[in-house]
Nanobody, 127 residues
Framework: VQLQACGGGLVRTGGSLRLSCAAS????????VGWFRQAPGKEREFVAS????????YAADSVKGRFTISRDYARNTVYLQMNSLKPDDTAVYSC?????????????????????WGQGTLVTVSS
């Protein structure tokens, strides 16, 4: 499975961006796709994920109500719509996929659970 993320950029506080993660290859093995972010000097943290089979979505408390994860079946693409952006949202955002197994949702927050990673895309929110 290959993942291609894009859509990052520079935006002012309160602005919006939409990130895309296009999956290719053996997408029939994909069970979940998640977005993570890593700010300078900080650990990678979970942002949101979507279950490939039933579109169940999960989001970190820090982004609930502002970020929405969705999937385009035809394009095998997962989107992360980010609204009301804050400077604290500044980070490199990466998408990742879990393949070959359906896991309890309590594992979706852990980066080590994911099997494939796309390259990151930088989101910078200016104050």
């Amino acid at each position: 499975v290959q993942l291609q993320a894009c859509g990052g950029g520079l935006v002012r506080t309160g602005g919006s961006l939409r990130l895309s993660c296009a999956a290719s290859g053996r997408t029939d093995y994909v069970y979940d796709v998640g977005w993570f972010r890593q700010a300078p000097g900080k650990e990678r943290e979970f942002v949101a994920s979507i279950r490939w089979t039933d579109n169940s979505a999960y989001a970190a408390d820090s982004v609930k109500g502002r970020f929405t994860i969705s999937r385009d079946y035809a394009r095998n693409t997962v989107y992360l719509q980010m609204n009301s952006l804050k400077p604290d949202d500044t980070a490199v955002y990466s998408c990742a996929a879990i393949t070959g197994r359906l896991l309890s949702t309590r594992f979706l927050y852990l980066p080590g659970t994911y099997d494939y990673w796309g390259q990151g895309t930088l989101v910078t929110v200016s104050s």
